[in-house]
């Protein structure tokens, strides 16, 4: 079974649509996240939760908004997509906030924004 | 600002030519500095965590070292399966990872 999944893989859309990109993780952690990886690779922290709670949220346009349902999940939705929104997003989760705990990611949804 | 800084951003390496990567940081209260492995089309995967200058850890042709200011990961002896992006992140605190560009390792036979 895979331990963090996301969902869909790739997502092509146009400009100004609003889409989600889904996040389940079976390892019975506490905390996930959302990072984006642009076309650099850097890999760039957006949000985090805890225990349903937000604890990380960085400067992210607020078209984009997380939302945690339960502790094993944790889903990003992005309104009126543009350009430059087009990357690749993963979802990862670990233990809890303290450092020790390893941070597990899944394997990314690549977006397109046309 | 916090920051991370890898090198090189590509390395080529003959089958078994060792050689090192280097990630240096500025992190205000640095809690843990992490080596991930990214291969393509994948997520990263975890490697190593050090948390104080001067610890070193190991894992098979892989061993990580860490000091006030830099980590280095070194690979001996490296084969065409190693070839990969290695990630470097720092955390300062909720666990809250600052990533590097990586450096994408390419090893061939």
């Known amino acids: 079974d895979t331990a963090v999944s996301q969902t869909p893989k790739y997502l092509v859309t146009q400009m100004g649509n609003d889409k989600s990109i889904k996040c389940e993780q079976n390892?019975?952690?506490?905390?996930m996240y959302w990072y984006k990886q642009d076309s650099k690779k850097f890999l760039k922290i957006m949000f985090s939760?805890?225990?349903?709670?937000?604890?990380i949220n960085e400067t992210v346009p607020n078209r984009f908004s997380p939302k945690s349902p339960d502790k094993a999940h944790l889903n990003l939705h992005i309104n009126s997509l543009e350009l430059g929104d087009s990357a690749v997003y993963f979802c990862?989760?670990?233990?809890?906030?303290?450092?020790?705990?390893?941070?597990?990611f899944g394997a990314g949804t690549r977006l397109s924004v046309l | 600002e916090d920051q991370v800084t890898q090198s090189p951003e590509a390395l080529r390496l003959q089958e078994g030519e060792s050689s090192s990567l280097n990630c240096s940081y500025t992190?205000?209260?640095?809690?843990?500095l992490f080596w991930y492995r990214q291969d393509p089309g994948k997520g990263p995967e975890f490697l190593f965590t050090?948390?104080?200058a001067g610890e070193e850890k190991e894992k098979e042709r892989l061993k990580a070292t860490l000091t006030k200011k830099e980590s280095f990961l070194h690979i001996t002896a490296p084969k065409p399966e190693d070839s990969a992006t290695y990630l470097c992140?720092?955390?300062?605190?909720?666990?809250?990872?600052?990533f590097g560009a990586g450096t994408r390792l390419a090893v061939h036979p």
């Open positions: 390892l019975g952690h506490d905390t």
């Open positions: 050090l948390y104080s």
């Open positions: 992190v205000s209260g640095l809690r843990g």
């Open positions: 990862a989760s670990s233990l809890g906030t303290d450092t020790k705990n390893i941070q597990y």
């Open positions: 939760y805890n225990n349903k709670e937000l604890i």
């Open positions: 992140a720092a955390s300062g605190g909720y666990n809250k990872l600052i």
